[in-house]
């Protein structure tokens, strides 16, 4: 079978290898769709999360082909989609419920460098440790939308683990599938107010779609924070979800919230950004990192059962395993690129 092997920045190619062999405790999925994370697009870009050598995709729905003798739960023709990440259950944080902060986290399906971790751009994965990894998909849930389980996953835990309570002001800043998720999640939560960021204009009909409020072009007002005291009556937001790499976002964030607001970070910034510390203690300010997630898959999937997420807007564009790059990558590291979330298709 033909996967997506990342061989060097801008260099991804399909390679021939075998179909998995499973053990009696391993499981092999057939993959229907699977995501172009934002992280996928990074390292696609500079390879610094995953390396050279790494079977690419992480984000996937299929169908079970074959299971091993000793898995409990999971039968050949299940739908299902999966969380990639290991989790060892033995490291400080495993036992304190944090799977997303295993020491071992990033020997996942997709992640690490081999076929032993081939990711989901590939018609089949193996899935080890399914009892961990496997969630079923409701009928009422199709393939496409399991695709975005994973995503939205981070995203939720985001807000989870936030300050956020009903009736709160709210900024999220880059609606890629990551911010839209937020934004979907934040208005399903109530939230007094959404305000966005976004460059592309697709992007920015498709955020207000989602629930966002208002969606400002920062590159189209001279002053941000003028902008935003403007929306909120001049007390700025309770927190600001940053969801771009971006270093200015981050830069700008403290800089939006009201007294004691949080800045939320999920986006991943590999350099050093300057801040200025002191307007952190100046506003009683909070920063709280996020990191994909704990326990939110079935909360994700009882909502995609509900019909309580509209989530198939935020897929704009569905391509073959083929034009993983020229239609895939390439269109997504474009800096004002109008996709928020490209699905490949292996059927």
Not at 16 to 26: A, G, L, M, N, R
Not at 50 to 78: C, M, R, W, Y
Request: charged share 25%; glycine share 10%.
């Amino acid at each position: 079978m033909k996967a997506a092997l990342l061989k060097a920045a801008k260099e991804i190619v399909l390679e021939e290898i075998p179909v998995p062999e499973i053990s009696d405790e391993e499981a092999l999925v057939e993959v229907k769709y699977c995501g172009i994370c934002g992280t996928d697009v990074a390292t696609y870009k500079v390879p610094e999360f995953f390396q050279p050598g790494t079977f690419l995709g992480h984000e996937f729905s299929g169908v079970i082909a074959k299971v091993g003798k000793n898995v409990k739960g999971f039968n050949v023709g299940d739908r299902v989609t999966a969380t990639p990440m290991y989790q060892c259950g033995e490291c400080d944080a495993c036992k304190h419920g944090l799977p997303n902060l295993c020491e071992r986290m990033m020997e996942g399906i997709g992640c690490a460098v081999g076929t032993e971790y081939a990711g989901a751009f590939a018609k089949y994965v193996r899935v080890p440790i399914p009892e961990k990894r496997l969630y079923h998909l409701p009928d009422e849930v199709s393939f496409e939308e399991g695709a975005l389980v994973e995503p939205l996953a981070t995203s939720l835990h985001a807000v989870r683990i936030s300050n956020f309570r009903t009736g709160d002001y709210a900024m999220v800043l880059g609606v890629g599938g990551i911010g839209l998720g937020v934004i979907a999640f934040l208005k399903h939560g109530g939230a007094g107010l959404i305000i966005a960021t976004e460059i592309s204009e697709k992007r920015i009909e498709l955020a207000k779609k989602i629930g966002a409020d208002y969606v400002v072009n920062p590159q189209r007002v001279s002053d941000l924070k003028a902008e935003i005291l403007k929306l909120t009556d001049g007390k700025g937001v309770d927190q600001v979800f940053v969801c771009t790499p971006a270093p200015q976002a981050f830069q700008s964030a403290a800089n939006l919230l009201k007294y004691r607001g949080q800045v939320v970070l999920i986006g991943l910034m590999t350099q050093e950004v300057p801040i200025t510390p002191v307007n952190i203690n100046m506003g009683e300010l909070n920063i709280q990192g996020s990191l994909i997630y704990t326990d939110e898959y079935p909360i994700v999937l009882d909502l995609l059962k509900r019909g309580a997420l509209p989530v198939k807007q935020m897929i704009t564009s569905k391509i073959k395993l083929g034009d993983i790059v020229k239609k895939g990558f390439e269109k997504l590291i474009v800096p004002d690129c109008e996709e928020a979330k490209i699905i490949v298709s292996l059927e």
